[in-house]
């Protein structure tokens, strides 16, 4: 397949290191060849081109060209965009570092310690006080919208003109989404989704310019809002997650880089090895306030986000979200008028499933193999979705048309729930003890409501609610299955517009809608069962099917339900939809993480790929500072643009001019542009001798936002000048044998430094690649690599 070089990410607009829109290289070797050097023997490779081992026969460019359909797009997933770094997720041990290190006393290790706890109890305070204001919010505005609705119609079902009800319907759904489309498409596209896919990618350790942003929170909390509100087939619960996150990112650094202020807090805490750990916790909190599930938030973090864990994190990350749910839960009662009762611990509450001695699930074990239905529903979905999305990222990639796209969706949506209320004529009757909130009428006679419009017409949490608890019978097998095939087309379409929405609750509200249609059917062949009961079992399936969670979602299933009992049959569930939906295709977040080039990195090399050793895959020739270097050296490295690294290993020439270089440590782009601002250059350190040392502190008061080194001015002069990066350097950066499988660089990717990973012959220290954070990476059927790594025979050194 001819490699195409289109850009595609999840914000349209330029990322912080100035990379513009159609200019961003992919790892394809796409972007312009530089040389600095040559190697003295064996093969010259170009810089910015990967080193990539084919696992699978290739397809030539006329076999591909047959295919046609959707194929041929300006787009390839299977190319990694150089627009993504890695963070720095190792501690920089350089003299500075140590010196710091070194000075503290074991009281002030202490109040670090006590500092973490109390930033993470700020994480999930926030991030309750957050949720508790989507909640009510969303309550409100819901509510008037239903009201005014509601009145409506039955005004002109006595008289005639439901044409103006849906009429009235449909523009209120496009007016919220309208504008939630626009605050996202308009101010900050890396707020739309849930979030997800970018927390994963970011705790694996890839940088996704704007993701934890003040601005992208703002926008998100508006934007769900928005979308729930105009009834879309969204949740609020899955941006949640992404809402945490960005709470911890900002009270992690004690300031705010988007307003400008700096309240002098947590100064320690300024580096992405920091940062990372209380994203985490974030993460949880989020989970946690969606769900009111503390330890399914831990669970989620460690499963589905974060590459690094110890266990004081995790019980920072349980305070942080225990605190979230009691927030969430105490703030809640107060709006409910009962003050103290918490008995809403999340955004969603299942009710409470009390065990039934007639019908225990555990004896209908054998009839959960049916239940893989699930992961094959969840596949269909993920495929429809992709095939959509590929859609959209080639023809609907401009605002205006994402905005139009999403008000279509609305008014399609609110046309379609009309439309199925209004031809159904499943009546049942309103008893005083009835559950429905805004119970519709319609043509049913007097004392009974329109069993569709319980569905359609309702928040998705009420319904999915609705679902697990409402009497037997209230429910006709006609309603739940046209409700469910037309709620998951909704949904499918939905997921990947231009708003802030979830997919959590749709999945849960599709799975119980065939899960209670599933339970129906069977008391009506066989003996008296719970149908609710199915509509959970059959929720847990459908959000396995479509997200492929399991440890973390059995227990979120678990604490929501409030029954432990439910756990085994909600884990056979999820592990079956997981095995059956992962024959077919991946994840929906992986999916989506792949089709924006993202390089992340799993934890395991690619079965195929076990026998290739680290001198097979990496890539060279590499771009290598001098333990002394000329700062016009160092500048123009920066400058060039064909190459946009975060990471330069530092070498020591030899004596003689055919001795290879050395080894000796690795320094960071952000680390050289400080030192350029701050003129730290030899010949200067010499004439003035009262010139302040730089420290740590400067480092961190830059961070995270660090210059381009378009804007550090650099005369001639100064440009003849030498830069010593001995104590600035981080001297014990990673390094493998270059003999080693890929199971080793590749652990080292996924948890060590993400900022090099140099690989050595043995016995020597000399250079010859190196790996910035994910360039490890396996992508369907390629394995790519970017990396620097040492042979005996290399004695120079280019491009990074």
């Known amino acids: 397949m001819a490699n195409i070089t289109k850009k595609v990410s999840w914000s349209s607009r330029a990322d912080e290191s100035g990379a513009t829109g159609e200019g961003t290289p992919l790892l394809n070797g796409s972007g312009q060849p530089r040389y600095c050097r040559q190697l003295s023997g064996g093969s010259i490779f170009q810089v910015g081109r990967l080193s990539t081992v084919d696992l699978e026969e290739e397809i030539s460019a006329e076999e591909d060209s047959l295919r046609g359909r959707l194929k041929e797009i300006p787009h390839n997933e299977k190319l990694l965009s150089l627009k993504f770094e890695s963070l720095d997720y190792d501690n920089i041990e350089n003299q500075l570092f140590l010196e710091e290190e070194r000075r503290m006393s074991y009281m002030g290790f202490r109040c670090l310690e006590i500092s973490r706890w109390v930033v993470c109890g700020l994480i999930g305070f926030l991030t309750g006080l957050i949720a508790c204001f989507i909640d009510i919010v969303v309550e409100e505005l819901a509510g008037i919208k239903y009201r005014v609705v509601k009145e409506n119609i039955e005004k002109f079902t006595e008289v005639g003109g439901l044409s103006i009800s849906l009429i009235l319907w449909v523009v209120l759904n496009s007016i919220f989404v309208m504008v939630g489309a626009i605050i996202v498409a308009c101010f900050e596209p890396i707020a739309a989704g849930s979030g997800i896919p970018q927390i994963k990618c970011y705790l694996n350790g890839v940088k996704i310019p704007r993701v934890v942003r003040l601005k992208t929170l703002v926008v998100k909390v508006a934007g769900v809002i928005c979308s729930v509100v105009g009834g879309l087939a969204v949740g609020k619960e899955g941006p949640m997650i992404h809402s945490g996150a960005v709470v911890a990112a900002g009270v992690s650094q004690g300031r ?26 974030g993460a949880a909190a989020g989970v946690s306030a969606a769900f009111g599930a503390p330890v399914g938030g831990v669970l989620f973090s460690l499963e589905e986000g974060a590459s690094f864990w110890n266990q004081m994190l995790t019980w920072r990350i349980f305070f942080a979200s225990m605190i979230s749910t009691f927030t969430l839960n105490f703030f809640l009662s107060i709006y409910h008028k009962n003050a103290g009762d918490l008995s809403n ?105 329109n069993s569709m419009a319980t569905t359609f017409f309702n928040t998705p949490e009420r319904s999915v609610r609705s679902l697990f608890h409402n009497q037997p019978g209230t429910y006709n097998p006609l309603t739940l299955g046209l409700f469910t095939v037309t709620y998951f087309f909704l949904a499918c379409w939905t997921y990947g517009l231009t708003v802030s929405a979830g997919v959590f609750i749709p999945s849960l509200l599709i799975g119980a809608a065939w899960g209670r249609l599933f339970g129906i059917l069977l008391a009506s062949i066989t003996i008296w069962t719970d ?57 929906l977040y992986d999916i989506h993480i792949k089709l924006q080039s993202v390089p992340f990195l799993h934890w395991d090399a690619p079965a195929t790929s076990h026998w290739l050793t680290a001198r097979e895959v990496m890539s060279s020739p590499v ?33 003689d001019g055919d001795e290879p270089s050395k080894l000796c440590g690795l320094i960071l782009r952000s680390q050289l542009i400080v030192l350029l601002k701050h003129k730290v250059f030899v010949e200067l350190a010499r004439s003035r001798l009262t010139l302040r040392k730089l420290q740590l502190k400067d480092f961190r008061d830059a961070y995270p936002r660090f210059p381009p080194i ?52 043995p016995g020597q220290t000399r250079t010859g690649g190196a790996s910035a954070g994910p360039d490890i990476v396996h992508t369907h059927t390629h394995t790519h690599t970017h990396t620097l790594f040492t042979n005996p025979i290399i004695q120079d050194y280019d491009g990074f």
């Open 256 to 281: 705010s880089t988007s307003l400008k202020k700096d309240f002098k807090m947590f100064e320690y805490f300024r580096r992405d090895t920091e940062k990372r750990d209380f994203v985490s916790a």
């Open 345 to 449: 611990p999340g955004l969603i509450n299942f009710g409470r499933f009390e065990s039934d001695k007639r019908n225990s699930i555990s004896d209908s074990v054998p009839v959960f193999n049916i239940l893989c239905a699930g992961g094959l529903l969840g596949a269909l979905f993920n495929k429809l979705n992709y095939w959509l999305t590929i859609f959209r990222i080639s023809y609907v990639h401009r605002p205006g048309l994402q905005v139009m796209e999403a008000m279509l969706v609305a008014a399609v949506t609110a046309t379609v729930s009309f439309t199925m209320i209004y031809f159904s004529d499943d009546c049942q009757p309103l008893g005083p003890d009835h559950t429905e909130e805004y119970p519709l009428q319609l043509f049913c006679a007097d004392g009974e409501y």
């Open 710 to 761: 378009q804007s550090i001015h650099v005369s001639q002069d100064e440009r003849e000048c030498m830069m010593d990066l001995t104590e600035f350097m981080n001297a014990t950066p990673y390094t493998v044998p270059q003999s080693a499988g890929t199971q080793t660089p590749g652990g080292g990717g996924r948890t060590g430094d993400q900022e090099g990973l140099g690989q050595i012959s």
């Open 623 to 655: 771009t290598c500072l001098n333990r002394i270097e000329k700062v016009g050296t160092i500048v123009d490295i920066l400058s060039n643009t064909s190459t946009n690294h975060n990471g330069f290993p530092v070498v020591i020439q030899g004596a």
């Open 531 to 587: 149908s609710g009961k199915y509509a959970l079992i059959g929720a847990a399936a459908q959000l396995g099917g479509i997200v492929r969670m399991t440890l973390s979602l059995t227990v979120i299933m678990v604490e929501a339900t409030g029954n432990v009992t439910y756990g085994l049959p909600i884990m056979l569930v999820l592990m079956t939809a997981k095995i059956v939906g992962d024959y077919f295709v991946e994840g």
